[in-house]
Each structure stands twice: as structure tokens, then as C-alpha cells.
């Protein structure tokens, strides 16, 4: 029953590569996000997409691409990794994007690592 | 733009003493706050969020924090710790009007030793 999932959990690869990271909700959620946790623990959104729509886009690489094929899903596709790419990846959902007082539900986390 | 500090990187704690987790934000528009704990190797879980009214707010597992506006503050507080304390807090803001963007700060290890 788990809210949010992403997979893989775990990913390593070479520099270069293209990868992807899947991300789904069973809250039935308008909005979903993608947040990047760097190895200093910070957080930064970079991404939010309410009903497909992509509505926050802050400033990342055009290496980092975003698709909703539906509202449950937000998929993360990175072209051309690089060793700074290396992170952790939380994605999450919420009600509704208006008011900014909805919960944001994360999901566990896909821990990428680029050698 | 609105941007978070938590003041203090690392608490240490002896068990069943009280801590308190710094955070002053900085926003030239009105915010919601809120605090998200990260066990380890987990996702973030809402502890509690200000919205309005009473500016004592109270979460889950005993935290509450108090918003100050004045002093651009929301210290998370809680009287007693426990082992299963341990984690990495976070303190956010978002903005009242438009598209929800939370924006951390650098987040508080918090270790508790027994």
C-alpha cells in the first residue's frame, strides 16, 4: 500500500549514460514533484507537474527531462550523466498546487550514482 | 525569494532530555511553514505545519514548534527525546499565493544517546 513509490531504488552508472526513474501515486493526487538531495543533504525542488502540466520549472541542466503520462505518474529521464548528477531523488505528490498548504506525501528515494 | 536556515548542523542529545531545532526564514511575502523529519534511508515525513491562528502548533510523536513572527522563527521543540528521534529534520517555507514550491533548509541531525 505504499503512497508514493519510485524505481529503481538504487542506480549506478557511467558517466554518459541515459537513465530514467519512475515514480508512482495511488493517493489520487493532483500534483506531483520531483526534489533533488545533494550529499550535503540539501533539498531543491526542480520540477512539478499538476494534472500532466508542468507548472514548476526551476533551473536544471536541459539534461533532465520530466514526463506525466498520467497524474500518477512522473517519470524523470537524465540524458548525458554526469558525475554531479549524483544524488538522491525524491519525488512527491500533493492534493492541489494552489494555496501552497497542501502535505507533500515522498516517496523513499532513488539514490543515483554516477561513476 | 524566500530562503531557510537552520542554525544548527548537528544536535546531540542525552535520551529523555528536551531539545530545540533552530530555524529562521527570510521571505518578502506571507508563508506556510512547515518541519519534515528523514529517518534513515527513508523519504520525508510531515511532522507539522503553521498555516494561521494559534502560533503553537502541535505534530506527530510529540514535536510542536512555535512561529515567530517578529523574529522570522519556527524552532521545532520537544520535551523528552527518544532513541527513535534520531534522524535529519528539515524546516520549509512555501509561498500562501500560487504554486506550491517548498523551499528547505539545510536540515539538523538530530542524535540522541542514551
Known amino acids: 500500500d505504499t503512497a508514493v513509490s519510485q524505481t529503481p531504488k538504487y542506480l549506478v552508472t557511467q558517466m554518459g549514460n541515459d537513465k530514467s526513474i519512475k515514480c508512482e501515486q495511488n493517493l489520487g493526487h493532483d500534483t506531483m514533484y520531483w526534489y533533488k538531495q545533494d550529499s550535503k543533504k540539501f533539498l531543491k525542488i526542480m520540477f512539478s507537474?499538476?494534472?500532466?502540466?508542468?507548472?514548476i520549472n526551476e533551473t536544471v541542466p536541459n539534461r533532465f527531462s520530466p514526463k506525466s503520462p498520467d497524474k500518477a505518474h512522473l517519470n524523470l529521464h537524465i540524458n548525458s550523466l554526469e558525475l554531479g548528477d549524483s544524488a538522491v531523488y525524491f519525488c512527491?505528490?500533493?492534493?492541489?498546487?494552489?494555496?501552497?498548504?497542501?502535505?507533500?506525501?515522498f516517496g523513499p528515494g532513488t539514490r543515483l550514482l554516477v561513476l | 525569494a524566500q530562503s531557510v536556515t537552520q542554525l544548527d548542523s548537528q544536535v546531540p542529545v542525552f535520551e529523555e532530555a528536551p531539545v530545540e531545532l533552530r530555524c529562521n526564514y527570510s521571505?518578502?511575502?506571507?508563508?506556510?511553514l512547515f518541519w519534515y523529519v528523514q529517518y534513515p534511508n527513508q523519504g520525508l515525513q510531515l511532522l507539522l505545519k503553521?498555516?494561521?491562528?494559534?502560533?503553537l502548533v502541535k505534530g506527530i510523536n510529540g514535536f510542536e514548534a512555535e512561529f515567530n513572527k517578529s523574529q522570522t522563527s519556527f524552532h521545532l521543540r520537544k520535551p523528552s527525546v527518544h532513541i527513535s528521534d534520531t534522524a535529519e529534520y528539515f524546516c520549509a517555507v512555501s509561498k500562501i499565493q500560487g504554486a506550491q514550491k517548498l523551499v528547505f533548509g539545510q536540515g539538523t541531525r538530530l542524535t540522541i544517546n542514551p
Open positions: 507537474y499538476n494534472n500532466k502540466e508542468l507548472i
Open positions: 503553521y498555516l494561521s491562528g494559534s502560533t
Open positions: 521571505s518578502s511575502v506571507s508563508v506556510y
Open positions: 512527491a505528490s500533493s492534493q492541489d498546487t494552489l494555496g501552497g498548504i497542501e502535505t507533500q506525501y
